[in-house]
C-alpha cells in the first residue's frame, strides 16, 4: 500500500514538473537584470529609493521587454566597496544575471568597474554612482553610465552664486571622491567668474558632529557651500541652527534632496533660498517631467514608503535601468555572442529622459542636462525647488580642454 | 589537550600535567601518557621516525576525509562557491582562529584583531603595488614580510597595555584600539588615503599562475589556513601553550610557581597577532581593495561573531563560525524579502548562541552524546555525566 502511494506521487510529481518545464520552454526565457543598490548603511534610504526607480522602469514596460519576461534581482550592500563587489559577484557568478545595474556610491562604481573587467562577456550599468574616474581613469569597454556624475551635476551653480552676490564661499564637504567632484564642479565655474573660496572643510562620512567644522567658518565669507547627504546632512543642519550660524546656503546635488526637504526640524524654515545644482529638479515643468513624477507617485504612494516626489537615486536608477531596457528593445532581446551586440546599441542610444535627451562620450559616459535650483515654499507649505535655469549637453570636461582637465581632489582646483 | 581535560587536571591537585603530553623534550623510550595514566601510547613502541608516530597518533579516517574533501573541493563546486563562499570563509576564519587562540586558550577576549589584520592589510597596500600613488611599489615578498612585522608588532604592542586588564576591561581598551585604528585611517591622507583606501591590490603571479583565480586563491588559503590551524594545535600542547592555559585557569596559582605571567600573555597576543596578519594580508588580496569600510567596528563584531558562533574550544570552531556567516551574509537576502535579510543572519546567530554555551561546536558534543545515547542505552555514556 505504501509503495503503491509513494509511486502514484512520483509520478504526479513528474508530470507537474515535465508540464512546467514544457510551459517555460514555450516562452523565452526571461532576461534577469540584477540591481544592487545600498539597502544597508548610511545610504539607506536613498538605496531603497534607487530600487523603486529601477523598479519604475520595468513597469513601464509591463515587465517585458522584446517579448521576454524581465526579471528583477534586488542586492545590498552599505557603501563599502568590498561589501559591492561581493554582492555584484553574487549576481553575476550564482544569480547568472545578463545585466547588472548598480552601484550606488562612488567608491563602490570604481570597484564594481574594475570587477566588469574580469567579466567581459557580460555588461555593467551604473545605479547612482557618480565619481569622476569610474569613467575617466582606466574605463572598462563593459561599464556604462547613464547618469551624469558629480561635477557635472554642479555646472550652472558658480554662475548662479554670482548672481546671489556670493563672492567669498567655505565649502563644507564629506571627505570621499564623489563631494570631490562635485566641489569642482562648483569650484571651476566660481573661481573663473572671479569668486574665491578661502576655505574647504573636509569632514568624515558618517561623521556626527560638526561643532569643529562650524568653529572654523571664517567671518568674511558670504556663503556656505555644503556637500553633504541624507542624515549627515540634517545633522549639520541642527548643529549650524544651535551655534546661531546665519550664513546663507548653498547646496550639492544630494544635500537639497527629498531627504532634506522632508525635515521636520527648526532650521527647515531658514533652507528657503538656497541654491543648488542637480541632474534634476522637482518642479520642472517638462511634460515628460510630470508624468515621470505622477507614474512615481502612483506607483509608490507615500503610505508605502515612497517620497512625495521621486529623489536623485529614483532617478538615476531609473534612468540607467530604462536605458538597459531601450537597448534591449532595440536589439530585439538579442544577448547572444558575449552581449556585442547589446553594447554597441547601448553605446549609440540616443535616452529620451524626462529631463533631456542624454547620449554617451566616448568613455561611455552620459552627456547630460543639469539644473540650477533654488528652495522655494509652496501653498501647502511645504519645501520644494524653483528651477533657475537648465543647462544642456554638460559634459564630463566641465567645459575645459582634455589637456587643463584633472580630476577634482581635496586640493584641486584651488583659488583661495 | 582539551581545556575541560586541563581544567580537571588543575582541579584534582597539580599533578605534573605537561607530563600528559608528547613534549619534545621527553625521551624516546618512556611514554608520557603512563604517568598521567590518561593517554595510552599504542606506538611507543615501534622503531618509526618520531614524526611517523606523531602522525599515526593524531590522525584518524576523519582527518584524511576531510583533507581529501578540501582538495577536491574547488574542482567539484563553481568558481563563485570556491572563491566567494570557501576562499572567504578560510580567510575569515583565520582571523577568527586569532580570536579563538586568544580566547579560548589565554582566556583574552580581543576586538582589536580585526584591527592587526587591517594594519597588514594597509602594509600591504602601502610598501606593495596598488592604483593609488601612495605606495612604493615594493617587490610583493618584501612587502608581505614587512606587512606581517608590522602588524606583529602592533599586536604585541596592544597585548602590552591590555595586558594588566581581565574581562569586559580587556574587550573595552582593544575595542578602543580598533575604533582608534578606523579613525585614523579614515581621516589621515598621506598615509593611508582616507575614506578612498586602496584599490587593485593584488596577489603577485608567482610561478606563472594568477593568484586571484579562484582555484589558486583557494589553495593560497587553503594553505595558510591549515597552517595556522595546525600551528595551533600544536603550540597549546608545547609547554608554553600549557602555562599559557594555566593562566587562564588560575593567574594566581601559575604566578606562584614562578610563571612570568604579563610575558605569557604578550606571547600569545604576538602569536594571534601572526595568524591575523596572514589573514589580513589575505583578505585584501582577496577584496582586492582595503578602505576603512573594512576594518569598522562591525568587522570587529563580525570576528567576535565567527568565533562565538563556531565555538570558542577548539580551532576548528573559528572555521565552522566563518563558514556559517559566509553562507548566511551571501545567501540570506535570497531567503526573505531582500530589505530585511539582516534579521535572518541575526535570528539564526541568536538561536545557535541561546541553545548552545559554545557555539556549533557545542551543539555538535550535544547532538553526539544524545546519538550514543540512543544507539546504546550505555555505561558508557553515563559516565560521562
Not at chain 1, 572598462?140 to 547613464?146: G, I, V
Not at chain 2, 594566581?252 to 594580508?281: C, S, T, W
Request: glycine content about 10%; aromatic content about 10%.
Amino acid at each position: 500500500m505504501e509503495t503503491k502511494r509513494t509511486w502514484i506521487r512520483s509520478v504526479t510529481g513528474a508530470a507537474v514538473v515535465a508540464a512546467l518545464t514544457s510551459m517555460a520552454w514555450a516562452q523565452q526565457a526571461p532576461v534577469k537584470i540584477g540591481v544592487l543598490a545600498t539597502l544597508e548603511g548610511p545610504f539607506a534610504a536613498g538605496g531603497a529609493d534607487g530600487m523603486r526607480g529601477a523598479e519604475l522602469a520595468i513597469r513601464e514596460r509591463g515587465g517585458v521587454v522584446a517579448g521576454r519576461k524581465i526579471e528583477m534581482i534586488k542586492a545590498s550592500s552599505n557603501a563599502n566597496p568590498d561589501v559591492a563587489v561581493n554582492a555584484v559577484r553574487k549576481l553575476v557568478e550564482q544569480d547568472k544575471v545578463d545585466i547588472v545595474v548598480g552601484p550606488l556610491s562612488g567608491g563602490e562604481g570604481i570597484a564594481v568597474k574594475d570587477y566588469s573587467k574580469t567579466q567581459p562577456n557580460m555588461t555593467f550599468i551604473n545605479g547612482g554612482s557618480g565619481a569622476q574616474a569610474t569613467t575617466l581613469v582606466n574605463p572598462s569597454t563593459n561599464f556604462f553610465r547613464f547618469n551624469t556624475e558629480g561635477a557635472q551635476w554642479m555646472v550652472g551653480l558658480g554662475q548662479a552664486a554670482i548672481n546671489k552676490g556670493y563672492k567669498r564661499v567655505m565649502v563644507i564637504a564629506e571627505d570621499y571622491a564623489f563631494p570631490y567632484s562635485q566641489v569642482q564642479g562648483f569650484m571651476t565655474e566660481f573661481c573663473k567668474l572671479g569668486g574665491r573660496v578661502p576655505v574647504k572643510a573636509w569632514v568624515p562620512l558618517g561623521g556626527k558632529d560638526y561643532s569643529s567644522v562650524i568653529a572654523r567658518i571664517p567671518k568674511d565669507v558670504d556663503a556656505l557651500l555644503v556637500v553633504l547627504g541624507g542624515a549627515d546632512a540634517v545633522n549639520f543642519l541642527n548643529q549650524y541652527e544651535a551655534s546661531g550660524g546665519d550664513k546663507p546656503m548653498m547646496g550639492g546635488s544630494i544635500t537639497v534632496s527629498q531627504d532634506v526637504l522632508n525635515y521636520r526640524g527648526k532650521r527647515r524654515d531658514s533652507l528657503v533660498g538656497t541654491i543648488s545644482a542637480g541632474p534634476y529638479a522637482d518642479s520642472f515643468d517638462g511634460a515628460d517631467w510630470k508624468a515621470f513624477v505622477s507614474a512615481y507617485q502612483k506607483s509608490f504612494p507615500v503610505s508605502s514608503g515612497g517620497y512625495p516626489s521621486p529623489s536623485l537615486f529614483a532617478l538615476v536608477y531609473y534612468t540607467n535601468m530604462k536605458a538597459a531596457l531601450d537597448a534591449l528593445d532595440a536589439v530585439k532581446g538579442d544577448l547572444a555572442g558575449g552581449q556585442a551586440k547589446y553594447r554597441d546599441a547601448l553605446s549609440k542610444l540616443e535616452l529620451k529622459m524626462p529631463t533631456g535627451t542624454v547620449r554617451l562620450d566616448s568613455n561611455r559616459q552620459a552627456i547630460g542636462t543639469t539644473f540650477v535650483t533654488e528652495v522655494v515654499k509652496d501653498a501647502q507649505g511645504a519645501l520644494t525647488t524653483r528651477v533657475l535655469r537648465k543647462v544642456d549637453n554638460v559634459d564630463q570636461m566641465l567645459g575645459l580642454k582634455k589637456e587643463e582637465f584633472q580630476i577634482g581632489s581635496r586640493d584641486i582646483p584651488n583659488c583661495p | 589537550m582539551s581545556a575541560s581535560r586541563w581544567r580537571r587536571a588543575m582541579q584534582g591537585g597539580f599533578q605534573q600535567p605537561a607530563l600528559q603530553l608528547p613534549a619534545r623534550s621527553q625521551p624516546a623510550g618512556s611514554s608520557p601518557a603512563s604517568a598521567g595514566g590518561v593517554e595510552t601510547d599504542p606506538y611507543a613502541e615501534s622503531n618509526a621516525p618520531r614524526w611517523l608516530k606523531f602522525l599515526w597518533r593524531h590522525l584518524s579516517a576523519r582527518h584524511v576525509l576531510i583533507f581529501l574533501f578540501l582538495l577536491a573541493y574547488p574542482f567539484v563546486a563553481t568558481p563563485f562557491f570556491t572563491f566567494q563562499v570557501a576562499a572567504q570563509s578560510l580567510v575569515l576564519g583565520l582571523i577568527a582562529l586569532s580570536l579563538t587562540f586568544l580566547g579560548g586558550y589565554g582566556g583574552i577576549v580581543s576586538l582589536a584583531q580585526m584591527s592587526v589584520a587591517g594594519v597588514a592589510g594597509y602594509s600591504i597596500a602601502i610598501f606593495g603595488v596598488s592604483s593609488t600613488p601612495i605606495s612604493l611599489g615594493w617587490p610583493w615578498w618584501v612587502a608581505v614580510l614587512v606587512a606581517l612585522f608590522i602588524a606583529c608588532a602592533c599586536a604585541t604592542v596592544v597585548g602590552w597595555l591590555s595586558v594588566r586588564t581581565e574581562g569586559i576591561y580587556t574587550i573595552m581598551i582593544t575595542l578602543a584600539f580598533g575604533v582608534a585604528f578606523y579613525y585614523l585611517v579614515l581621516q589621515n591622507y598621506s598615509l593611508f588615503n582616507g575614506f578612498q583606501g586602496f584599490q587593485k591590490v593584488y596577489p603577485p603571479d608567482v610561478f606563472g599562475l594568477n593568484w586571484r583565480e579562484p582555484v589558486p586563491f583557494y589553495f593560497l588559503t587553503l594553505f595558510w589556513a591549515m597552517a595556522g590551524y595546525l600551528a595551533v594545535k600544536w603550540l597549546v600542547r608545547t609547554p608554553f601553550g600549557i602555562a599559557l592555559q594555566g593562566v587562564r585557569d588560575n593567574p594566581r596559582r601559575m604566578e606562584a610557581l614562578g610563571f612570568n605571567i604579563v610575558a605569557h600573555r604578550v606571547a600569545a597576543y604576538a602569536f594571534g597577532g601572526l595568524l591575523a596578519a596572514i589573514g589580513g594580508v589575505l583578505l585584501v588580496w582577496y577584496n582586492g581593495l582595503i578602505t576603512p569600510g573594512s576594518i569598522n567596528v562591525g568587522w570587529q563584531i563580525n570576528i567576535l561573531v565567527i568565533a562565538v558562533l563556531g565555538g570558542m574550544r577548539h580551532p576548528i570552531g573559528a572555521f565552522l563560525g566563518s563558514i556559517v556567516f559566509v553562507l548566511l551574509q551571501t545567501f540570506a537576502i535570497d531567503l526573505i524579502d531582500r530589505e530585511r535579510f539582516n534579521l535572518v543572519i541575526g535570528i539564526v546567530f541568536l538561536a545557535i548562541v541561546l541553545f548552545s554555551t559554545d557555539g556549533l561546536l557545542g551543539l555538535w558534543d550535544k547532538l553526539r552524546t544524545r546519538m550514543r545515547h540512543q544507539t546504546s542505552d550505555s555505561v558508557a555514556s553515563t559516565q560521562r555525566h
